[in-house]
C-alpha cells in the first residue's frame, strides 16, 4: 500500500510538473528602464525620454507624467542608452552635467533597472570637459562587475547555506526553497506597501514569520512524510509540487507585474575608486555579510551548531549518543527560513519584486551549492560567491543574455573532475 501511494504522489507530482510547464509566456516578467525625474522632491513632467541599443537602434521612448515616473519596456537584457532630451526640461532647470545626459545601462534578466537624471538650476550645471564621458576601460568595468558579482554572490549565498544544511540534515532535495525566497519579499512588500510600515520593521517581520513558516513546513509536513518513511526521491517530486502550487498562488495573490518596495527605490549613486554603488547596495551587503557570519559561528560554536554537524554527519550515531535529531532538523528549518525570507528582501531591494523572482534564482542556488559541496555549509557559501562572480564577470566576453550558461558550465565541470564539489568529501560507496 505505500508503495502504491509513493508511486501515485510521483505521477501526481510530474503531471503537475508537465502541466504547469505550459504556464503562459506572458505571465513573465519583462525588462525595462524606468525613473522618476524630480528636483528637490517635486516631480518634473512632460521630459522627453528614449532608449537606444547599444549600436544606436531606437528602443522607445517616453515623457515623465505628472509624478515625474516614467517607463521604457524593452526587448530583452543587455546594454542600453538612456537618453533626456535638454530641450524639454522646464526653463528654470538643467542637468547637473551637461555632457552626461546618455547613460549606458545595463540591464539583466527580468530587472526593471532606474536611470537617475540630476537636475539643478538654471546656470549651475557643472562641466566634466565639455565632451562625452569616456568610455570606461576594461579594469574598470571588471571592478564594477565584480562588485555586482559579489553583492549577488552573497544573496545566494544567503539562500544556498539554509538550502545546504536542509539536505545535510534531512537528504532532501528542496525544490521549493526557492520559493521561500519569494515568500519572504513578498510579506516584506504587504508589511511595507500596504500596511504602510518602513521597510526595515517590515523586514524584520517577514524574517520572523519566515523562521515560523520554516518550522511550520517540517513540523506539519516534511517531518510527517519522513515518519511515514517516504523516499527521498518521491520527497524531492512532492517537493516540486509544492513548488508550483506556492508559484501560482502567489500569481494569483500578487499579480504578474513587478513592482518595487515603497522605500530606498531611486538612490543616487556613490563613486568608490572604478566602483558606482548605491548605499542601499552597501548595507545590503553589511547585513549578509553579517548573518552570513553569525551563522558560520552558531554552526562553529554553539551547541545546537554542532548537533547539526553531528546530525549532518551520521544521523544514526547522533540519536544514538542522545542528540534530539527531530529538534535539530526543526531548528536548521527555522533558520533556512529566515535566511531565505532574508535573501528574498535583498534580492527585491535590488531589482522589482515578482511572484518568480525565487525561481529565477534557484539554479543558481543549485548551482552554488552542488560546486560548494552539497551538505556543506561554508561549501555552499564559497561555491554562490564564485557563481555570483563568474556569472556577471563573464559579461566581459560573452553576452549578458548568456551570462547563466556559464554558471551552467562550471557546474557540469565540477560534476565531472570534483563531483564532491570544492569543500565535500569523497565518499566510499560499496
Not at 505571465?27 to 518634473?44: C, F, H, I, K, N
Not at 510527517?224 to 512532492?238: C, Q, V, Y
Not at 555549509?377 to 562572480?389: I, M, N, P, T, W
Amino acid at each position: 500500500m505505500r508503495r502504491a501511494v509513493i508511486a501515485f504522489t510521483a505521477f501526481l507530482g510530474g503531471l503537475i510538473f508537465l502541466l504547469a510547464s505550459g504556464t503562459p509566456a506572458a505571465w513573465a516578467e519583462d525588462e525595462s528602464l524606468r525613473g522618476t525625474l524630480q528636483y528637490q522632491g517635486r516631480p518634473v513632467d512632460g521630459v522627453k525620454i528614449s532608449v537606444a541599443s547599444e549600436d544606436g537602434q531606437p528602443i522607445g521612448e517616453a515623457t515623465t507624467a505628472a509624478d515625474g515616473k516614467w517607463e521604457i519596456p524593452l526587448p530583452g537584457p543587455g546594454t542600453y542608452k538612456v537618453t533626456i532630451d535638454q530641450s524639454t526640461l522646464p526653463p528654470d532647470l538643467e542637468l547637473r552635467f551637461k555632457d552626461r545626459a546618455t547613460l549606458t545601462l545595463s540591464v539583466s534578466e527580468d530587472q526593471q533597472r532606474t536611470a537617475l537624471f540630476a537636475l539643478v538650476p538654471k546656470g549651475e550645471a557643472a562641466d566634466s570637459g565639455g565632451q562625452a564621458a569616456a568610455e570606461p576601460s576594461m579594469w574598470q568595468r571588471a571592478a564594477q562587475l565584480a562588485f555586482e558579482g559579489l553583492n549577488l554572490g552573497l544573496i545566494i549565498a544567503l539562500a544556498a547555506m539554509g538550502l545546504s544544511l536542509i539536505f545535510g540534515t534531512t537528504g532532501l532535495t528542496n525544490f521549493a526553497h526557492g520559493e521561500l525566497l519569494t515568500l519572504g519579499a513578498l510579506i516584506a512588500y504587504f508589511f511595507n506597501v500596504t500596511v504602510g510600515l518602513h521597510l526595515i520593521p517590515a523586514a524584520i517581520i517577514a524574517v520572523i514569520l519566515g523562521g515560523v513558516l520554516g518550522y511550520a513546513q517540517d513540523r506539519f509536513f516534511w517531518g510527517r512524510l519522513r515518519k511515514r518513511g517516504t523516499s527521498l526521491i518521491a520527497m524531492m517530486i512532492i517537493s516540486i509540487g509544492l513548488a508550483l502550487f506556492l508559484r501560482n498562488l502567489f500569481l494569483f495573490l500578487f499579480g504578474g507585474e513587478g513592482a518595487p518596495y515603497a522605500d530606498y527605490n531611486a538612490q543616487q549613486g556613490i563613486q568608490i575608486g572604478p566602483i558606482s554603488a548605491t548605499p542601499k547596495n552597501l548595507w545590503a551587503m553589511a547585513i549578509e555579510i553579517t548573518v552570513l557570519v553569525i551563522v558560520a559561528l552558531a554552526l562553529l560554536k554553539t551547541r545546537t551548531g554542532k548537533a547539526a554537524r553531528a546530525v549532518a554527519d551520521n544521523p544514526a550515531l547522533a540519536a544514538s549518543s542522545g542528540i534530539n535529531v527531530d529538534r535539530v532538523i526543526r531548528t536548521i528549518w527555522t533558520v533556512g527560513g529566515a535566511v531565505a525570507a532574508l535573501a528574498g528582501i535583498m534580492l527585491g531591494l535590488s531589482q522589482n519584486l515578482n511572484y518568480q523572482m525565487g525561481f529565477h534564482i534557484l539554479l543558481l542556488i543549485f548551482a552554488g551549492v552542488t560546486l560548494g559541496g552539497l551538505g556543506t555549509a561554508f561549501g555552499a557559501l564559497v561555491g554562490s560567491l564564485v557563481v555570483g562572480l563568474f556569472i556577471q564577470l563573464s559579461t566581459l566576453w560573452v553576452p549578458t543574455e548568456l551570462k547563466t550558461v556559464g554558471a551552467l558550465l562550471v557546474l557540469i565541470l565540477v560534476m565531472l573532475f570534483r563531483p564532491q564539489g570544492i569543500l565535500g568529501r569523497r565518499e566510499r560507496i560499496g
